[in-house]
């Protein structure tokens, strides 16, 4: 095949342009992106977790969250997803061990969502940390960033999904405080529920912005502290006797 | 030197049709890496849910890391005014686009949904470095191919020096952004550094002038045309320069964080027991990518043509292993999420998170280096990038006169 130089360039120029027109739509799709609509600013859901009264050896509100949003595994620990998990603590210095629940710490500046170069993962106006699954490209950069690991990436096919929750191979997951029940209605989410129909009552769904709310005042009278406090997240999830 | 005379590879010979169809097939196999990943999903690679980034990112970002630093040459010409390496421009310019290319072949295809490549050129989030990187790089190839037009069409020749000015601007601010990648990851101990962005630049300097050496002493020897010693000499100092300077900012580097008593773990595990990782900073970076291609290049060993070529391979190789220190070391090393406490869960908590690179992996990354080269290849083909004498008569005029 012989390519003068004439045709190499008009070739070159044609692949410049196709590459780069869509991005000359960024701006104007930048702007068209609507906030969600049924989340209101007036709220902000979160999680106050008490470690005195989560039970080592009870995984209640793992197997809750895994059943209600249809997370299932294969088997294999190292890929499969968890949205929440169960991590024991034992102290260096006093040999006291505790453990509690871990997921997305729904933080108001969230690094998953400063780094996501799609804008996929992205924060509700409630303050809910999502995943769009339609435009997450798989990167996983969120999962570099985050400070708790919350996030899962999906290795493989999965099956039984729910309609509330969807769930595809190759894009990044994560606790999603349940939103659609948040969306309900509910007042709960399935992790807190479980943990007080098991007896627990180690975790509190509640509306951090409303003071008359059971969080807003356990949290205005009882210590309580942030995970990693020290990266000034802001989480929507709190904890209570560490 | 007024004048160089360009001239494209005559390229009829079975040997050059042997190389195009070994780089075509080793593409055509990394292809089928890519395609055989992404059809079972990433469980089959090495990676999972703690080494989220695998082998395809230490190939892609060392070649996107090579690109930036294999358009030096041009720019040492059109911008700092160096007349020995006009001559090299070309093939400089070229090499530039080619590894580019390369690494966002390997980069693209290691996503979870590559078909959303659209998505991500249409949908952008501005406070992400990653989001930057995107239009850095498509930008690069914009602005270089734009670069090598002004140096081919002589009637432009004068615009070239001011398109090698842009082209030079846009390389640091790339390799600045592919620096930030980690540097601004605030919750990774081996990251969070604002010197890593710095780093990213000298290390683009060594990388890219070995693959510019290594690329150039082929295409001369295998098209029967000669490289003076004055040419080689200069870039062969020019190598151990950058990779004194690269052994300096990694010194410079461990040096703070060793200052920093909370950073006292993460160099424990990299510098002490880290295993793989360890040996793979001392043996692989340090040893093979810096001090022996130094001893190669500074001794009198340099005189042959041969220890030049290692020395340039093994920093080449010296580059993949220091990827492979930070950025899969840098995630196997456990987060800090409870300072004072011994964490464990099913999540890997608290321990060295375990990676294997999986053959695919491996495949898809070399893929990305044979398509570098045999669009280099190929482009020498069509069009005149490589001068027709490198001979230290052609190239300094002033040669033999002391």
Redesign the interface.
Not at chain 2, 40 to 43: D, I, L, Q, V
Not at chain 2, 184 to 188: I, K, S
């Given at each position: 095949m012989n390519i003068n130089r004439r045709q190499f360039l008009a070739l070159g120029g044609a692949a410049a342009a196709a590459t780069l027109a869509p991005g000359l739509r960024l701006i104007e799709l930048a702007q068209a992106r609507s906030p969600e609509e049924a989340a209101a600013a007036a709220h902000r859901w979160g999680l106050l977790i008490d470690a005195n009264k989560c039970a080592d050896g009870c995984t209640a509100c793992v197997d809750a969250c895994f059943t209600e949003n249809g997370v299932t595994g294969h088997g294999r620990p190292a890929t499969d997803a968890q949205w929440i998990r169960k991590v024991t603590l034992k102290d260096k210095q006093t040999g006291q061990v505790q453990s509690l629940p871990l997921m997305c710490q729904h933080c108001e500046h969230p690094p998953c969502v400063d780094v996501c170069p799609t804008g996929a993962s992205f924060k509700r106006i409630d303050g809910i940390v999502l995943v769009d699954k339609h435009i997450c490209i798989g990167c996983r950069y969120c999962m570099m960033a985050c400070p708790y690991k919350a996030r899962s990436f999906i290795h493989e096919d999965t099956t039984g999904q729910k309609a509330h929750a969807p769930r595809g191979k190759g894009t990044v997951e994560s606790c999603t405080l349940c939103v659609h029940k948040v969306d309900r209605g509910d007042g709960t989410t399935a992790c807190a529920e479980a943990c007080r129909q098991a007896g627990h009552q180690a975790i509190l769904f509640g509306d951090l912005k409303d003071p008359a709310s059971e969080i807003s005042k356990r949290l205005a009278t009882q210590p309580s502290q942030q995970l990693r406090a020290d990266l000034k997240l802001n989480t929507g999830i709190r904890y209570q006797g560490l | 030197m007024s004048h160089v005379t360009y001239l494209k590879l005559e390229g009829k010979t079975f040997g050059f049709w042997m190389l195009l169809a070994v780089l075509a097939g080793v593409v055509a196999v990394g292809l089928g890496a890519a395609l055989y990943m992404?059809h079972?999903?990433?469980?089959v690679t090495g990676?999972?849910?703690?080494i989220?980034?695998g082998t395809p990112h230490v190939f892609a970002v060392f070649l996107i890391v090579a690109a930036s630093g294999a358009l030096n040459v041009a720019s040492i010409a059109s911008v700092f005014g160096r007349q020995l390496y006009k001559p090299l421009s070309r093939l400089s310019g070229l090499l530039a686009v080619a590894l580019l290319v390369g690494g966002l072949m390997v980069l693209v295809l290691d996503?979870?949904?590559?078909d959303?490549?659209?998505?991500?050129?249409?949908?952008?989030?501005?406070?992400?470095?990653?989001?930057w990187n995107?239009?850095l790089y498509?930008g690069f190839?914009?602005v270089v191919?734009v670069y090598l037009?002004m140096m081919?069409e002589r009637r432009f020749n004068e615009y070239s020096k001011p398109a090698g000015l842009a082209a030079f601007l846009w390389r640091l601010i790339l390799t600045t952004g592919t620096g930030s990648?980690f540097g601004?990851?605030?919750?990774?101990e081996a990251y969070s550094s604002a010197l890593l962005a710095p780093m990213f630049i000298i290390l683009s300097f060594a990388y890219g002038l070995a693959i510019f050496i290594l690329v150039l002493m082929s295409a001369v020897a295998w098209s029967g045309r000669t490289l003076g010693d004055v040419t080689l000499n200069r870039l062969k100092n020019l190598l151990g320069v950058f990779v004194a300077s690269v052994l300096y900012f990694v010194v410079v580097y461990h040096l703070t964080n060793l200052y920093m008593t909370g950073k006292h773990d993460v160099e424990r595990f990299i510098l002490l027991d880290g295993g793989v990782y360890t040996r793979m900073f001392w043996i692989g970076q340090i040893l093979i990518g810096g001090v022996l291609p130094l001893v190669l290049l500074f001794s009198p060993l340099s005189r042959s043509r041969g220890m030049i070529v290692l020395a340039a391979l093994l920093v080449v190789l010296g580059g993949l292993a220091q990827m492979y220190v930070t950025i899969i070391g840098g995630?196997a090393f456990p987060?800090p999420?409870?300072p004072?406490?011994?964490?464990?869960?099913?999540?890997?908590?608290g321990v060295v998170a375990?990676y294997a690179p999986s053959l695919p992996e491996v495949l898809l990354g070399v893929g990305g280096i044979a398509i570098a080269l045999l669009l280099t290849a190929y482009a020498i083909r069509?069009?005149p990038f490589l001068p027709q004498s490198l001979a230290d008569a052609d190239v300094d005029p002033h040669h033999g006169q002391g």
């Open positions: - | 992404e079972n999903g990433h469980w990676m999972n849910n703690q989220v980034w996503l979870g949904r590559p959303r490549l659209t998505v991500a050129m249409t949908y952008y989030n501005f406070k992400s470095i990653f989001a995107i239009i498509i190839i914009v191919a037009w081919f990648i601004f990851l605030v919750a990774r995630q987060m999420l409870f004072d406490k011994i964490v464990s869960s099913s999540f890997a908590d375990q069509v069009l």
